[in-house]
């Protein structure tokens, strides 16, 4: 019985390292989205870190102007970051249709392989059902033509010599 040979392997294998590629991107674009909102994160915990030590009596005025212009910036460094968490989530977005696009062509290929691989199977047991009927067909024959050619053969049994009767010893009497 001869293998099951896929002529499309060459490209499902592409197929499939080609997901795996769009699935690693789409990773890292997660990654880099997760790494900024941590940074938003971090930001907010500064800034009521900041509010809470303003608040404190016995600052002077250069210090309130310090402690405006650290707000500032931390204000201005969360606007950088949310502009830059909106472009990651649209990464995030491309990424992701990049990645069920290739896997839908892999499954595609792989939904191909697959019927083929059932058409082959069906094939194959149809040559094995076939097979098997023309020998099983093939010894129902050669047994006929055997008990045709000696017709003292019966099927599967060999031809046994019936014993001769034993010899039969009469006396005649005699007339005399």
């Known amino acids: 019985m001869r293998r099951f040979h896929f002529g499309l392997q060459k490209v499902l294998v592409l197929r499939e390292y080609q997901e795996q590629e769009t699935k690693l991107e ?3 674009a997660i990654g880099a989205l997760t790494q900024i909102e941590q940074g938003i994160g971090a930001l907010a915990a500064e800034r009521i870190r900041i509010g809470n030590e303003q608040g404190r009596a016995g600052r002077g005025t250069a210090e309130i102007v310090a402690f405006d212009r ?3 910036r931390l ?10 968490a909106a472009q990651a989530k649209r990464k995030v977005e491309e990424a992701r249709e990049v990645y069920l696009a290739a896997s839908r062509d892999r499954k595609i290929i792989a939904k191909v ?4 691989e059932a058409e082959y199977r069906q094939f194959q047991l149809g040559e094995e059902t ?5 020998v099983g067909s093939s ?21 046994v010599e019936e014993p001769a009767p034993p010899p039969v010893l ?3 009497p005699n007339s005399s």
Request: aromatic content about 4%.
């Open 26 to 28: 789409l990773g890292r």
């Open 70 to 72: 650290y707000i500032q």
């Open 75 to 84: 204000e201005s460094t969360k606007n950088r970051l949310l502009e830059d």
């Open 113 to 116: 392989r697959e019927h083929q």
């Open 130 to 134: 076939n097979i098997l009927d023309e």
């Open 139 to 159: 010894q129902v024959q050669r047994r006929v033509h055997e008990k045709d050619a000696d017709p003292g053969v019966k099927h599967g049994q060999e031809e």
């Open 170 to 172: 009469y006396r005649i």
